[in-house]
């Protein structure tokens, strides 16, 4: 493991860290478990966004859920786990969690709270180049909400599905670049409705489906499917959609012997 010197070094020198993006999660780290706090509306789509991960992860792997660790012998990594609103969830489902993190505030609170719920999570303040070189493989990789606030997007995918077991399957979440998501997530959550501190988002950063699809299959993932995610305002809930114009969620599947997996 690297000392904390070599770590401040690495994290200095690689390619996907935008010091801005981890100096500002850094600043927003103890509002993470906040029900109310700067991070509500990450807690009101959390439970959308955990159903689709659950429901993924078990059909993938034939999973029935019976009892409270029925994702017992999993080995999941959750890149850029934040304070871990997901990463706790999966380990109280059973599952081997690591969660990584470049804001090494987010990875304090992280370890807290998880002192504190009882599960279990291997928290790390590293980056997922600092996770290959341990030669680790995981059955599933989560990149949630990340990738819009690296420098190197495609580095960092590269290193995802290296990090991903053939069989595995990765899900990815962010937001597409359209006109809808610039007037909804940025004026509207940020500047209008305050869910989210001004300047969490730049519209420039925002992918669309084919652009993060575009980035796995070089790599081998294939069977690409999204799903939306779309708030109601009358009930404050968040739900899974077919709407992918603002927030989505991505699941590809790395091939085995040249062969996806699903059918």
């Not at 509306?41 to 992860?57: C, M, P, S, W, Y």
């Not at 990149?143 to 077991?165: F, G, T």
């Not at 999204?226 to 599947?253: C, D, F, H, K």
Request: aromatic share 8%.
């Amino acid at each position: 493991m690297l000392s904390r010197d070599q770590l401040d070094r690495s994290l200095n020198k690689a390619t996907t860290v935008d010091p801005k993006e981890i100096n500002k999660f850094n600043a927003l780290a103890e509002e993470w478990w906040k029900p109310q706090g700067k991070f509500r509306t990450v807690h009101e789509f959390n439970d959308a966004r955990r159903q689709f991960i659950l429901k993924q992860v078990t059909a993938h792997y034939g999973i029935t859920k019976v009892g409270t660790s029925f994702l017992k012998e999993l080995n999941i990594l959750d890149v850029g786990c934040g304070a871990g609103l997901i990463s706790e969830p999966l380990a109280a489902a059973g599952a081997n969690v690591v969660g990584i993190d470049a804001a090494s505030k987010n990875i304090e609170i992280a370890k807290k709270h998880a002192i504190q719920s009882g599960h279990y999570v291997d928290y790390r303040h590293c980056l997922s180049e600092h996770v290959l070189e341990t030669e680790e493989r995981f059955d599933v990789v989560l990149n949630l909400e990340v990738i819009e606030h690296v420098a190197d997007p495609e580095q960092l995918m590269s290193d995802c599905c290296h990090l991903l077991k053939p069989g595995g399957i990765i899900i990815i979440a962010t937001l597409n670049q359209t006109i809808k998501s610039f007037l909804f997530a940025i004026v509207g959550a940020e500047y209008i409705m305050r869910w989210l501190p001004i300047g969490t988002h730049d519209w420039w950063r925002f992918f669309s489906p084919q652009e993060i699809i575009d980035m796995l299959t070089p790599h081998g993932l294939s069977n690409c499917k999204t799903m939306g995610l779309v708030y109601n305002p009358l009930i404050r809930r968040w739900r899974l959609s077919q709407n992918t114009s603002v927030n989505y969620l991505l699941v590809a599947e790395k091939k085995v012997l040249g062969k996806a997996l699903i059918g």
